[in-house]
């Protein structure tokens, strides 16, 4: 089984609100990741938790919070976004080793529209 | 800094007839990765090559990692109407030290399919 799922699949809020996407794994990978992509863009990085620690943050906004609670679930927390922050937000997860373990698979992704 | 030169950006094609599409670095990766990303869904992994020279076969597709480490190509055999959506290679453990989360994409090839 190589699936990533995430919820929600649609995110509409204010550029007041607080929002948070969720993501699960049950590959038993130890590395999680958060991309944000937009519209005919390769994903770009966000985030990368290494054994529930995080290891990479691509100097990404403090309007998101990444969390991972335990070695399955990784969250990001948004709050006070702006519009140029819709996008689609992937997920993904890989076993961190050699290259075959390292091969990440993504989730379907979160449609965010910040209005 | 590292860099995935995918082409063509585009292809238009007939059903039934072969797509061949590459990716190519100035720099040595130790994995190349294809992935199919359909409209508001997440990247989908095709095929994954982790040894130069390797020539490995999903279905209708074939991919390759070049025996210089610095080039990949993806063919498929065929083309159905749900061939279409844009490919992605993306590698990793480049020449400078891959640790996880340096996963880098190519600008991808939109691929359309007239029945």
């Known amino acids: 089984d190589t699936e990533v799922t995430q919820t929600p699949k649609h995110l509409v809020m204010g550029m007041t609100n607080k929002k948070s996407l969720k993501c699960e794994q049950h590959?038993?990978?130890?590395?999680m990741y958060w991309y944000k992509q937009k519209a005919k863009k390769p994903p770009e990085l966000m985030f990368v938790y290494s054994y529930e620690k995080l290891s990479i943050n691509e100097s990404v906004p403090s309007r998101f919070s990444p969390e991972c609670p335990n070695s399955s679930l990784l969250n990001l927390h948004l709050h006070a976004l702006q519009p140029e922050d819709s996008a689609l937000y992937l997920c993904?997860?890989?076993?961190?080793?050699?290259?075959?373990?390292?091969?990440?698979?993504f989730g379907p992704g979160t449609r965010l529209t910040v209005l | 800094g590292q860099q995935l030169n995918q082409s063509p950006q585009s292809m238009f094609i007939q059903e039934g007839e072969d797509v061949s599409m590459n990716c190519t670095s100035s720099s040595i990766f130790n994995t190349w990765l294809w992935y199919k990303q359909d409209p508001g869904e997440g990247p989908v992994l095709l095929i994954a090559l982790y040894k130069a020279g390797e020539l490995t076969s999903n279905g209708r597709l074939t991919a390759q990692f070049g025996i210089t480490r610095k080039d990949s190509f993806l063919n498929i055999s065929a083309s159905i109407p749900s061939d279409v959506g844009i490919y992605f290679c993306a590698s990793t453990g480049g020449y400078y030290g891959g640790s996880q989360g340096n996963l880098i994409f190519g600008k991808g090839t939109k691929l359309s399919v007239k029945p």
């Open positions: 993904a997860s890989s076993h961190p080793g050699t290259a075959s373990t390292d091969t990440q698979y």
């Open positions: 590959m038993g990978h130890r590395a």
